[in-house]
Nanobody
């Protein structure tokens, strides 16, 4: 059973933009709405890291490496979160995942692949 369904990845040139979408398909609204949700990424040979989070009250936070370039948002009616990524860099090539913050280990999805390359 898929808890989080990520989409929107692809191949983009350095400096380009992508918008990722995550649907929390198995969370009920009363659980999703107050939950802090996050976007994580895992590059080859590296540990998964949290890059952006958003609280139920829509307070956002970002890793220093993406601050000012990435924007996280949420739509509670759609039980979805989004990540707008601008000025992408080759080192940001990774699989991007969403999950709660802190993460629920049993709920990781397949993620969506982002490749930044010329």
């Amino acid at each position: 059973q898929v808890h989080f369904l990520e989409s929107g990845g692809g191949l983009v040139q350095p400096g380009g933009s992508l918008r990722l979408t995550c649907k929390a398909s198995r969370m009920i609204t009363s659980t999703f709405n107050p939950a802090t949700m996050g976007w994580y990424r895992q590059a080859p040979e590296k540990q998964r890291e949290l890059v952006a989070s958003i609280t139920g009250g829509r307070t956002s936070d970002y890793a220093d490496s993406v601050r000012g370039r990435f924007t996280i948002s949420r739509d509670n009616a759609r039980k979805s979160i989004y990540l707008q990524m601008n000025s992408l860099k080759p080192e940001e090539t990774a699989v991007y995942y969403c999950n709660t913050v802190p993460d629920s280990p049993e709920k990781w999805g397949q993620g969506t692949q982002v490749a930044v390359s010329s």
